[in-house]
């Protein structure tokens, strides 16, 4: 094959690696690999451009060949390490009774003390951060706090307005016991989650509190001070610790149960119309 024919496989190769990066249920190793490999062809076919002696075209050549039997291996590798079950014994702890709107900071205590951390849920909630704006009704309008930006209403008690966090406020608390190990999965796919449960690690997750997807009559329409927002009172949060081709498992703050589990399909509904909020950590 002379030189030109071999950029034209180069450059058909990185069109076939952008279009596999854009993949949203490749595993995070395959696609930085991905990456990788389409600045190092995007090299040799500029290198080519310029040099055509036939030494070099051999090099080409021997580098394409040895490129090609690399992402085969990995890919093969990134495969084998989603695993097709997984069932995590991760500690539960019960939100109740004195945490009765604490679910989130709940099942970030037990995150935490999976990986190692020595960590209260009450602990949790006095340190995470509140959004401390007032609830007010004006014209048939709700005007509150947002939880994007910290904690809203009373996470003690049940009396009154409330709601509760979502994930930017725990990943911040997160990282004060993690430093630099914390990893916001927030708008990944399912199957990214998959890998990192493969990996020994839970996933702390917003969900719905019927673990499926929920009518839009169960949302409301709140003017915040960071914007306007739609919200459930069924929002719930719980430590994904595991799957299998038919459920998802999980530490249920709520019930304090261990293990329980929601049909994936329905799972995985959930939490996308919650906006895909998931957190976890690196093992170093």
């Not at 496989?9 to 854009?22: D, K, P, R, V």
């Not at 998802?248 to 906006?275: C, H, R, S």
Request: hydrophobic content about 40%.
């Amino acid at each position: 094959m002379d030189t030109n024919g071999i950029i034209l496989y180069a450059t058909l190769g990185l069109l076939f690696l952008l279009i596999l990066m854009i993949r949203k249920n490749l595993p995070l190793l395959l696609k930085g690999f991905l990456f990788t490999t389409l600045i190092a062809i995007a090299a040799f076919t500029v290198y080519l451009l310029h040099f055509k002696e036939n030494g070099e075209t051999a090099l080409a050549k021997e580098v394409t060949e040895q490129v090609k039997k690399t992402i085969s291996s990995l890919n093969k590798q990134a495969i084998e390490t989603v695993k097709t079950s997984v069932k995590l014994d991760a500690p539960v702890i019960s939100q109740l009774p004195e945490l009765p709107r604490g679910c989130e900071v709940t099942s970030l205590a037990m995150l935490l003390q999976y990986a190692g951390i020595d960590i209260d849920k009450m602990t949790l909630a006095e340190e995470v951060t509140k959004d401390t704006t007032p609830y007010e009704r004006k014209n048939g309008k709700i005007y509150y706090g947002n939880p994007n930006d910290g904690f809203i209403g009373d996470m003690y008690s049940l009396e009154g307005p409330g709601l509760g966090v979502y994930h930017k406020p725990i990943a911040a608390l997160a990282n004060k016991y993690l430093p630099n190990r914390i990893v916001d999965l927030t708008g990944s796919d399912f199957e990214e989650l998959k890998e990192v449960l493969s990996d020994d690690r839970p996933v702390w997750i917003v969900t719905t509190s019927t673990f499926s997807k929920l009518s839009d009559d169960n949302f409301r329409t709140w003017i915040t001070p960071s914007g306007t927002i739609k919200v459930t009172y069924s929002e719930h949060s719980v430590l994904v610790t595991g799957y299998n081709k038919n459920y998802v498992y999980f530490n249920d703050p709520l019930t304090g149960e261990q293990n329980k589990k929601a049909p994936i399909q329905d799972f995985i509904a959930a939490w996308v119309q919650m906006g895909s909020q998931a957190i976890t950590y690196t093992n170093s």
